[in-house]
């Protein structure tokens, strides 16, 4: 039974089913690499990484910030992790189980996002969003375009972070 056929079966258009992301029971792996800056005061990053989906709404997946300031200035300057704050940081109670986390230094580092935390997410095409902003420093943000699950997407960016890149698997 040819593939668009079995797709009209079941009541969903083929055009929805080829923009279906992502699969369930898939599992994204995210690397954001930070880059080493040669400066006289390096700070780093607050980082947060959110998924924008259709409809423009945020689902925050990490923020990485000072976490342990022991005066609770951390998340002070969570406000400088500005696309962020406006889409859903200022929503949300910190910290965040699951979610917060300490800074982390350069290179690249690698999250997983498991299909609980990225919770039952419809049709449509999705945006990875990774911000970094750091102190004495600049502030940047990639978008990372998320077509099919089958394939990797990446970004870069060109001051405070370096590529992007999501992956799947099962």
């Known amino acids: 039974m040819p593939l668009h056929y079995r797709l009209a079966l079941t009541g969903i258009p083929l055009a929805a089913a080829a923009t279906a992301w992502p699969a369930q ?11 080493r800056l040669s400066v006289a005061e390096y700070h ?11 409809d423009r709404a945020a689902k925050t997946l990490a923020v990485w910030y000072d976490v342990d300031n022991q005066r609770g200035e951390g998340q002070k300057w969570l406000t400088d992790v500005r696309q962020w704050w406006r889409a859903s940081g200022r929503s949300l109670k910190l910290p965040a189980d699951g979610i917060s986390g300490a800074t982390r230094g350069p290179g690249p580092q690698r999250i997983s996002f ?12 999705y945006t990875l969003l990774v911000e970094a902003a750091r102190e004495v420093g600049g502030r940047e943000v990639v978008r990372v375009p998320l077509a099919a699950p089958s394939r990797p997407a990446t970004a870069s960016g060109k001051t405070e972070l370096g590529t992007v890149t999501a992956t799947y698997r099962r």
């Open 44 to 54: 780093k990053p607050y980082v947060a990484i959110w998924l924008e989906g259709p």
């Open 25 to 35: 029971a898939q599992t994204m792996d995210v690397t954001v690499t930070l880059p």
């Open 114 to 125: 498991t299909p609980r935390q990225l919770g039952a997410l419809g049709p449509g095409p």
